[in-house]
């Protein structure tokens, strides 16, 4: 169940022993959040021309919003933010918005799937008398929850104990960047998390399907990974668009396996097998991997 921790946050946990450390006064600013452009082309060509799904829509916004500044849009489909890159207000909810849709330094959406029952997780504190939220539960991840919103998403109670590690931000964290507050969450992973035994792992490196080398990147590494995945289970009768979304919901482990090795950064992505009511191994066979297809697979 892994959870969102957000705002600015009081919080830790220790182990026994004396309670060292966790307010630290310090001046500057998070990580700036910056102006998104999406692209949405819209779904089936044979689409009506008049309906949203084959509209293409071109959207501009601050990601750091207010909420009563949002509004609907095409039939309140999309919520978009008014306000306009370069004004005053835009730069000054830049500067001090701190969202909790991305990671960041005072933790928001980390989505470690591993983060269940008995983790702990350590968050540096900004301001006096900070406070603490959390969400975004999920039943069930892949890691990077690849299609986005693909997660099993559920609802639940969190039992939380928090702790202060007075001055642990100065005695544990060393800033990242020019300000003191460039630092970032450390975590405990818990008794209780997904366990397999057998895997299907899939590589991937930072060559992308143009041909073009992206020097030791990683993302381009793991998304080859990703689409490496799906291109081989779509040969068992799913669709390749069933694939994707399994591939965010079912607890798939990816990892940077290879980032030093110039020009080409390497990832894998691991799929238990246990999961798939066939067997997806390649074999040796005469036409290929026995595929077995069931004929309602894609309805």
Not at 80 to 108: F, H, M, S
Not at 183 to 193: A, K, L, R
Not at 246 to 261: A, K, N, Q, W, Y
């Amino acid at each position: 169940m892994p959870c969102r921790p957000a705002c600015w946050t009081p919080a830790g946990a220790t182990s026994g022993g004396t309670r060292p450390a966790c307010y630290l006064s310090s001046t500057g600013q998070p990580s700036r959040d910056t102006t998104v452009r999406f692209e949405i082309d819209a779904y089936p060509d044979d689409e009506p021309e008049d309906t949203f799904t084959n509209t293409r829509l071109l959207i501009d916004y601050a990601l750091a919003c207010k909420a009563e500044e949002l509004v609907s849009y095409v039939d309140k489909a999309c919520n978009v933010l008014q306000t306009q890159e370069g004004t005053a207000e835009w730069e000054k909810i830049a500067n001090e918005a701190a969202r909790t849709i991305p990671g960041r330094e005072n933790g928001g959406n980390c989505d470690i799937k591993n983060l269940g029952r008995g983790s702990k997780v350590y968050l540096p504190v900004f301001v006096e008398g900070a406070n603490l939220s959390t969400g975004d539960m999920h039943f069930s991840q892949g890691d990077g929850e690849v299609s986005f919103c693909g997660a099993i998403e559920m609802s639940g109670f969190l039992e939380l104990k928090c702790e202060i590690i007075r001055g642990g931000m100065k005695e544990y964290l060393t800033p990242v960047g020019p300000s003191p507050l460039h630092v970032n969450p450390i975590f405990e992973i818990g008794p209780v998390e997904p366990h397999f035994s057998e895997w299907l792992v899939f590589e991937g490196i930072s060559v992308d399907e143009s041909g073009k080398q992206h020097f030791l990147d990683a993302s381009v590494a793991y998304k080859r990974a990703v689409l490496n995945a799906i291109e081989y289970l779509s040969r068992f009768g799913y669709s390749k668009e069933q694939v994707y979304i399994l591939l965010s919901c079912c607890p798939c482990e990816g990892r940077i396996s290879g980032i030093v090795d110039a020009p080409n950064a390497v990832a894998t992505l691991a799929i238990p097998t246990v999961i798939f009511d066939q067997d997806i191994k390649p074999k040796r066979l005469g036409n290929g991997p026995k595929l077995r297809r069931f004929p309602d697979v894609l309805r």
